[in-house]
C-alpha cells in the first residue's frame, strides 16, 4: 500500500519516488493523464508499445538504466 491506501504498481512506486507529479508526467510523455493513472494503479493493465516508448523516453531521462522489463511483464 501507498500514501492514502492506494495500490501502486513498480511504475507508480517508481513515479513517486521521480521528481514529476502524473501530471506533469503525462503532459512531458504526451501520454493522457489517465493512461498514466491506469499505468500507476492497475498491474492487469500494460499498455501498447507506443504508450511504453512514450513512458520509457521520459523514465530514462531521470533514470536511464530502467527498462520496460522492470515495468511489466513481456
Known amino acids: 500500500m501507498w500514501g ?3 495500490y501502486r504498481t513498480k511504475f507508480g512506486k517508481w513515479l513517486d519516488s521521480s521528481p514529476y507529479s502524473q501530471i506533469e508526467f503525462a503532459k512531458i510523455s504526451k501520454v493522457s493523464r489517465e493512461t498514466v493513472s491506469k499505468i500507476c494503479a492497475n498491474d492487469d493493465y500494460i ?4 504508450i511504453k516508448k512514450k513512458v ?3 523514465v530514462n531521462v531521470s533514470d536511464p538504466n530502467k527498462k520496460p522489463y522492470h515495468f511489466w511483464d513481456l
Open 4 to 6: 492514502l491506501g492506494k
Open 47 to 50: 499498455p501498447g508499445t507506443s
Open 56 to 58: 520509457m523516453r521520459v
